[in-house]
């Protein structure tokens, strides 16, 4: 069993940066491809980027597009959320995801329905 557990969020003002990490427990050398889905109060989870198991294929909401980047080290087995510019709108627990590993080596996922693994969120609060 994976475990996820991410880490970095907290309170900023509208137009400051946060990066999320988020590690994995997997001592093994598979490669995951992995998401980040979000969750505001009152509204259903979605997605936000997404990275392909190898190749780093990336993809992004249109709503984080050129403002959010995902990344991850392999060595540290860690997943990143590199956030600027954030916004009121962002405000949301967010959640890493990764997906057991199979032959889809290229493709990224934005459904949470095609991820096994997820954390247990970490609060992003952009506030003046």
């Known amino acids: 069993q994976v475990q996820l557990v991410e880490s970095g969020g907290g309170l900023v003002q509208p137009g400051y940066r946060l990066r999320l990490s988020c590690a994995t427990s997997?001592?093994?050398?598979?490669?995951?491809?992995a998401a980040w889905f979000r969750q505001a109060p009152g509204k259903e989870r979605e997605f936000v980027a997404a990275i392909s198991r190898i190749g780093d294929s990336r993809r992004y909401a249109d709503s984080v597009k050129g403002r959010f980047t995902i990344s991850r080290d392999n060595e540290k087995r860690t997943l990143y959320l590199q956030m600027i510019d954030l916004k009121p709108e962002d405000t949301a627990v967010y959640y890493c995801?990764?997906?057991?590993?199979?032959?889809?080596?290229?493709?990224?996922?934005?459904?949470?329905?095609?991820?096994?693994?997820w954390g247990q969120g970490t609060q992003v609060t952009v506030s003046s």
């Open positions: 997997d001592n093994t050398d598979s490669n995951y491809a």
């Open positions: 995801a990764a997906r057991r590993p199979d032959g889809s080596l290229y493709t990224t996922f934005v459904n949470s329905n095609d991820y096994d693994y």
